[in-house]
């Protein structure tokens, strides 16, 4: 493995049924975005250096700035939670990366967690995977899935 | 699985797991680690006890504490799961924008 697989918390490809044009706008339009992170409100400003807000059930905001804007092809943008220790914002980076295939989208997505460097400076192992874990923390913590238990109502 | 969550939400008792990580100690070998009181770390211990990441031993009188990797390993998968809920929410409603937008019913 090299550094960047082993800073990789989460990777999965997935194919949709919708053109990367139509998957791009669930990335950057707030509605579209409160659609299917399971959330009560989002601002976005999508261009580099750009800020958005995620207003998570239970008073949670995810915050973060776009870092990555290549309509419709890849975005990349950092992950983390206001107030909260064990993922401040800017602590983890998520990116979405488009590929058209046939009439739909084969959509990467990866969450990472720290730097590299920050990630070297851990002990092997043990402390790493706990480093991951603060993203479940964070994610998870107090709201679950509130998709599932709680639609938006948006 | 939130009770776990919200045990290592806390730095300091994920400091503690990464102490256990390895071997047993008792509370006050723990305690020893950080500038807090011994009740305080014993709070934490407990909950992470709870929440099924450490495991308590008695030998004797004193009480070993080590941690209890199954649990980590139950976090993990609620991390995939976290992320694999939202993802297919995306593609369901990417999926159902696009055929709004090109009248086609699959």
Sequence with gaps: MDAVTETTVYERTISIDATPETVWEFFVDPSKVMRWMGIGGA???AQP???YHLDVISGNTALGEFVE???PHRLVFTWGW???DALPPGSSTVEAELTPQGNGTSLRFVHRDLSPEQAK???????HYLARL??????GDPGEDPWKTNPPSM | MEAALKAIAEPRRRAILSLVRDGELSAGEIASHFEVTRPAVSQHLNVLKEAGLVSERRNGTRRLYRARPEGLIELRDFLEGFWDA???ALKREAEKEERKQHGRSH
């Design chain 1, 69 to 71: 804007v290549d309509k």
């Design chain 1, 49 to 51: 250096g750009g800020i």
């Design chain 1, 121 to 127: 400076s851990h002990a092997q192992g043990w402390d």
């Design chain 1, 43 to 45: 601002e976005l400003d």
């Design chain 2, 86 to 88: 939202r993802l297919e």
């Design chain 1, 134 to 139: 603060e993203i479940a923390a964070a994610g």
């Design chain 1, 82 to 84: 206001d107030g909260n």
